[in-house]
């Protein structure tokens, strides 16, 4: 168990639930950490959360923001031949309003499935999963927070997504595992990374001429009478954030991969904690360098949800962030949620920036 001031050493982390874009459903091996050939991973496969699996994932960070920004580009010039349209987010700065403004999906008592099933039985055929992103919209405003819900029918097939509290819309499964249309033109593009107990999310549209893309965390949140008592509760994990610009240069790319190592008091309400990792930059299509950051956590809990502020400090540049996010799991194993902000002093400008935390 983690939580409750446990921390596993590596070599007793759980596994996770996968899900990445290429796959097929072949049953992968669970004897070696994944090395990057994604055609072999099922939708909800497991693999051991390893170091080296964690390395995998950030050293994969300056591709994926390069892929990122090279595809948002395309397809935002796909959206400047449509009409209007609006963001999803409803909540703007306001990390409260957001985590006390849907209906959670929570985690139920342990019984004899096997834990590592417990958010694929929520999930798929059941009440679903709930959280939090941050979203993008044009790359020409501040992002804002939004609730997210997703659950599937009985055979994964069919994704129902809801985003603060609005209808479901139902999103096919395409070739590749995610939901939606690719491009997502009149519908979104949905996709998610599972840990256990809650998954990264990634959430793309087109409205016309404005491009929303979302990031964030949802998972099966921690009933409140179920949060640690009796001292500070130590979670780390990891950060992954983007930036963008408003003039929508494809050659400079910002974004920040880091760690929090995060104190969690539910009885005095209180957060505290230090960042650390590094954060990247590209400017005018130059190399791509990284700069070492530390930084700061500090805020307060409200019933299972998370707010507060983040910093992360290099010689390259300097991001101040708020974050919003939820408790995972019967056990309060776990943490995650999301992340907007602004950078400055990266040679670009000061840029928005946004994306999501989840703990180990």
Known sequence: MRGRGYKASPGSKPAIIVFLWHQNHQKPTT???????????????RVIKSNQWKSFVKGDL????SHTFLAS??????????????????????????????????????????PTDEMDESVEGGPGATGIMAVATSFDASPEFASVKVRTNNDGSILYLS?????????????GGAYGSNPPMSEPLVSYIGVFNSAWFQYTKINGASFDSGDGVIGIETPTIR???????????????????????????VGVNG????????????????????????????????????????GSTDGNGLIGSMTFDSAGGNASLTFAGKTYGWNADEIGGALIGSISGTGAGALPIYGHFDSD
């Open 31 to 45: 004897e070696a950490p994944f090395h990057g050939d994604h055609t072999n991973l099922p939708k909800f496969s």
């Open 73 to 114: 580009s395309g397809l935002l010039a796909l959206a400047a031949c449509g009409g209007g349209g609006g963001a999803v987010g409803g909540f703007g700065g306001n990390a409260s309003g957001v985590i006390n403004g849907y209906a959670p999906v929570y985690a139920t008592a342990p019984d004899d499935i096997d």
């Open 259 to 298: 760690t929090f190592d995060m104190n969690v008091d539910f009885d005095t309400q209180s957060i505290t904690g230090t960042t650390g990792g590094d954060i990247n930059i590209s400017v005018n299509g130059g190399g791509l360098n990284s700069y070492a950051a530390t930084g700061t956590v500090s």
């Open 163 to 175: 985003i603060n509290g609005g209808s479901e819309v139902a999103l096919d499964e395409i070739p």
């Open 62 to 65: 300056n591709m994926r923001i």
């Open 227 to 253: 949060l640690p008592t009796g001292g500070p509760v130590n979670y780390t994990g990891d950060v992954t954030l983007f930036s963008y610009n408003d003039t929508l240069k494809r050659d400079d790319i």
